[in-house]
């Protein structure tokens, strides 16, 4: 008897954005886990110059993205930035032009899913999320002095 494979309809993800000076070298770090916490990706990626909260926001994006290419319909989110969870609530006013077409996209996104929650975390509860982010940094400092030595 075959199992029968079934698409992950609900998703969890701890997203966190990092920033080496602010604006400076910027990255994004997302876990997704289904219901019963299992991994289904996690992401480390390098965004290029930017600030903190830009940063906070391309993860959370990178996160709606990848969770709606898994087959998700209900998200949960967790963050430890409470400016983009104040925001993406409506709690706090966008402000920043910046950040209010990434709101617009996040939103946008959100509209995909049946359900979706996102609530602040206090960091120890992110670590994960923010240790990927903080290694897309080193690693792309690691390459760039590579590439600068062959030079």
Do not use: W
């Not at 706090?92 to 049946?114: G, M, R």
């Not at 996102?118 to 982010?133: C, F, G, M, P, S």
């Amino acid at each position: 008897m075959s199992k029968m494979i079934t698409k992950t309809t609900e998703l969890i993800a701890n997203v966190d954005g990092a920033c080496s000076g602010n604006p400076g070298d910027a990255s994004i770090g997302v876990v997704i886990k289904d219901k019963r916490h299992i991994y289904q990706e996690t992401i480390s990626q390098y965004i290029g110059l930017a600030t903190n909260n830009v940063a906070e926001y391309r993860a959370l994006l990178m996160a709606l993205k990848r969770a709606k290419e898994l087959g998700g319909e209900k998200f949960f989110v967790k963050s430890d930035s409470e400016l983009l969870v104040k925001q993406i609530k409506g709690v706090y006013k966008v402000k920043n032009d910046a950040l209010k077409e990434l709101n617009y996209q996040a939103q946008s996104f959100i509209k995909n899913f049946t359900f979706f929650s996102i609530e602040h975390v206090a960091r120890e509860y992110n670590k994960e999320a923010d240790k990927l982010a903080k290694q897309a940094i080193v690693e792309y400092r690691r390459a760039n002095r590579m590439v600068a030595a062959q030079v």
